[in-house]
């Protein structure tokens, strides 16, 4: 992982099925190239509280957390088992090479070494069960 794969809204990118598959694989949120439509249309990523710097976390937002990134994490800790919530409280305390180092290991498969998709109960790589996922969770 890298400090470009964090998203504003804090989804780390790299655990993206569009970001780990093999063919027309996302580039991530905020770099230039090929992504997801949803992606390109982000009203989070477009927000007018950036001023002009669609890659700045929205924990540095006053604001923050505003209702979409509620709604987000909603979604992602039901559904993924990851809350981009926790993920800027964890950089803003922690720093962003921490949080990333910390985020590999946390999303690593335990049978292949690979990283695990959020979107995803089981590894791409191998099959191996994705601990993570809310619903092999125990």
């Known amino acids: 992982m890298k400090a470009n794969s964090i998203a504003p809204c804090g989804v780390i990118c790299d655990l993206c099925l569009a970001f780990q ?4 694989t996302c ?22 509280e950036k001023q002009g710097n669609p890659a700045s976390l ?3 937002c006053a604001k923050f957390p505003c209702r979409r990134i509620r709604n987000l994490n909603t979604r992602y800790t039901t559904k993924y088992g990851e809350s981009p919530i926790d ?20 999303w690593k498969c335990r ?4 990283l695990l998709c959020v979107h995803r109960e089981t590894c791409l790589h191998c099959g191996a069960r994705n601990s993570n996922f809310p619903e092999t969770r125990r």
């Open 111 to 114: 049978h292949c070494g690979r």
């Open 58 to 60: 929205c924990i540095e």
């Open 27 to 48: 580039v991530g949120c905020t770099a230039d190239g090929n992504k997801p439509y949803h992606c390109t249309v982000c009203s989070i990523k477009a927000c007018p």
């Open 87 to 106: 993920n800027l409280h964890s950089i803003q305390a922690n720093g962003l090479a921490e949080f990333l180092r910390r985020a590999v290991e946390q």
């Open 21 to 24: 598959r093999p063919k027309n």
